[in-house]
Every structure is written in structure tokens, then in C-alpha cells.
């Protein structure tokens, strides 16, 4: 079974430019999770959805950041304008209907320059 | 107070040595506990759930104390390939998934 799919893995950007990450949870799972991940803060929940439809927001730092699901298989976070503090790596992650075991994607590494 | 707090580590064991990991969570009304494993540069991976009955799978031991609000993790027979950083997570939401990560603690199993 394919896991959650992130995309790119790796992103190299100049500050002041936008910057989209992609993600497709698991086929089948209701809730979607965008995590960040630095060496000084740790793993910190940006937000989730649960049925597409944004439940908590209030781990996304500032207005330069935003998150989407159009639909089920599909979610983005956006950062305009990118800064060099933005860098981290960047997971989704997704959980089934009966649990709340979360499944993880590679990550993005972004690094903003 | 940090709403999640773990032993800072590393821990540095040999092999087949026995280790505990111990974490704490702030907010009593919190519904479910797991602990994940992470391997250097790699997503984090469920190691187990834990239940309020405590539970086992295989070398791997976990308990809860509610009334102290407290996790532990047992490895018991420590294998090199167990070396990675353990996270603690709660879950803090009332009513939906509000997950709380810990710093994570950071464990070498020695040859």
C-alpha cells in the first residue's frame, strides 16, 4: 500500500519567494496533519483537517502561511513570502477513521536562503 | 511548564541492556498517549499506543499513569537496530486531535 506521498522532498528557495508543498494522505484516511520540524522547537502542529475541512489553525505561525484540501487526496501548505527562519522539514501525516494513529510522509526539507 | 516533557537523553546503553524512557503531559483531560520512534532524517514511525491497562508488544513495554500523568517505555534486549530518538505524543484535544509531541529522547544502543 503506497504510504503518504509529500512532494518535493527537497526545496531550495531565495527569501521572498512562494513556496508549496504538497501532500497525499493515505486513500481512506479522514484527517490530514501538517507538522514542522525544527532542531530548537521540535515537532509542531501547523494544523489539521478532518473530512477536507480545516479544523485547527492555530499552530500556523502567521499569515504568510496557508493550507488547503480541495479535496480527500489532496492538501497543500503555501508560504508567501518565503523566510530563512521557514526552514525546517515540513511532514504530513494522515489517520484513519477508527484511530487516531497518525502515518507519516518523508517530509520536505525546505531551506530558504 | 512544557505540555509535554521527556528525559533529555541520550542514552548510551549496550546491547541487551534494559532502558526506560519516562515522559510527562500538563493537561490531565488528555485522551490517548502513543509513542513514536524516529530514525536520523526520517519521519517519525508509530512504535505503539498506549493503553490505560499498560500494554506489551514484543521487547517493547508501555505504560500510563493517569493520575500522575505519566508514560513510560520499556525496551528490554536492546538492539543496535532500536537506536533512534523516542517521542513521546498526546493527544490533547477534547474533542478532536490536538497531538502534542515531546522533544524526544535520544537512544545509542552500543555494540
Known amino acids: 500500500d503506497a504510504g503518504v506521498i509529500q512532494s518535493p522532498r527537497h526545496e531550495v528557495t531565495e527569501m521572498g519567494q512562494e513556496v508549496t508543498l504538497r501532500c497525499k494522505p493515505i486513500?481512506?484516511?479522514?484527517?490530514l496533519f501538517w507538522y514542522r520540524q525544527t532542531m530548537m522547537r521540535g515537532l509542531e502542529l501547523l494544523i489539521y483537517?478532518?473530512?477536507?475541512?480545516?479544523?485547527?489553525d492555530s499552530g500556523m505561525p502567521e499569515d504568510r502561511f496557508s493550507a488547503k484540501m480541495p479535496n480527500a487526496s489532496f492538501s497543500t501548505l503555501k508560504i508567501q513570502p518565503s523566510e530563512p527562519r521557514d526552514s525546517a522539514v515540513y511532514f504530513c501525516?494522515?489517520?484513519?477513521?477508527?484511530?487516531?494513529?497518525?502515518?507519516f510522509g518523508p517530509g520536505t526539507r525546505l531551506t530558504v536562503t | 511548564r512544557k505540555e509535554v516533557e521527556q528525559d533529555p537523553g541520550p542514552f548510551n546503553v549496550p546491547e541487551g541492556a534494559t532502558v526506560a524512557f519516562n515522559c510527562t503531559y500538563s493537561?490531565?483531560?488528555?485522551?490517548?498517549f502513543f509513542w513514536y520512534r524516529q530514525d536520523c532524517r526520517k519521519e517519525p514511525k508509530l512504535l505503539m499506543s498506549?493503553?490505560?491497562s499498560g500494554n506489551e508488544d514484543g521487547r517493547f513495554t508501555a505504560q500510563l499513569n493517569r493520575a500522575s500523568q505519566y508514560i513510560s517505555l520499556l525496551i528490554r534486549d536492546s538492539k543496535l537496530s532500536d537506536s533512534a530518538t523516542y517521542l513521546c505524543?498526546?493527544?490533547?484535544?477534547?474533542?478532536?486531535?490536538?497531538?502534542?509531541f515531546g522533544p524526544g529522547t535520544r537512544l545509542s544502543v552500543l555494540p
Open positions: 501525516a494522515s489517520t484513519p477513521r477508527t484511530s487516531y494513529e497518525q502515518y
Open positions: 486513500s481512506g484516511h479522514n484527517s
Open positions: 483537517f478532518n473530512n477536507n475541512v480545516p479544523i485547527d
Open positions: 493537561n490531565s483531560a488528555s485522551q490517548s
Open positions: 498506549v493503553y490505560s
Open positions: 505524543v498526546v493527544n490533547m484535544g477534547n474533542y478532536g486531535q490536538n497531538f502534542v
